[in-house]
């Protein structure tokens, strides 16, 4: 069993920064896969990162490529996501996700967090 709690939301200007963390709970953490998603208002969760269990494979969804970078400190059982030029459409609830096995942009990530809001304003 893994919870995973994410922080680090808020408002932010266009152009500005944020970085979320998503700390785990357990003894395994470095055994996982993580994945971060996002869902908007009125629209279907999408893919945004992923990293592999020791951080040697990421991917990236092609709207942030370039602006965000995922990462992970196992010793601290925490997955980042450093998003810099945010845009107004990256405005959504941001939640981090966990799975045994590479999920990269699959939704079939077994466990979730419960989310945090990013509003990026014009």
């Known amino acids: 069993q893994v919870q995973l709690r994410e922080s680090g939301g808020g408002l932010v200007q266009a152009g500005g920064s944020l970085r979320l963390s998503c700390a785990a709970s357990?003894?395994?953490?470095?055994?996982?896969?993580m994945g971060w998603f996002r869902q908007a208002p009125g629209k279907e969760r999408e893919f945004v990162a992923a990293?592999?269990?020791?951080?040697?494979?990421?991917a990236y969804a092609d709207s942030v490529k370039g602006r965000f970078t995922i990462s992970r400190d196992n010793a601290k059982n925490t997955v980042y996501l450093q998003m810099n030029s945010l845009k107004p459409e990256d405005t959504a609830v941001y939640s981090c996700?966990?799975?045994?096995?590479?999920?990269?942009?699959?939704?079939?990530?077994?466990?979730w967090g419960q989310g945090t809001q990013v509003t990026v304003s014009s």
């Open positions: 357990g003894r395994t953490f470095s055994s996982y896969a």
């Open positions: 996700a966990a799975d045994l096995r590479w999920q990269s942009n699959s939704p079939n990530y077994m466990y």
């Open positions: 990293i592999s269990a020791w951080g040697s494979t990421t």
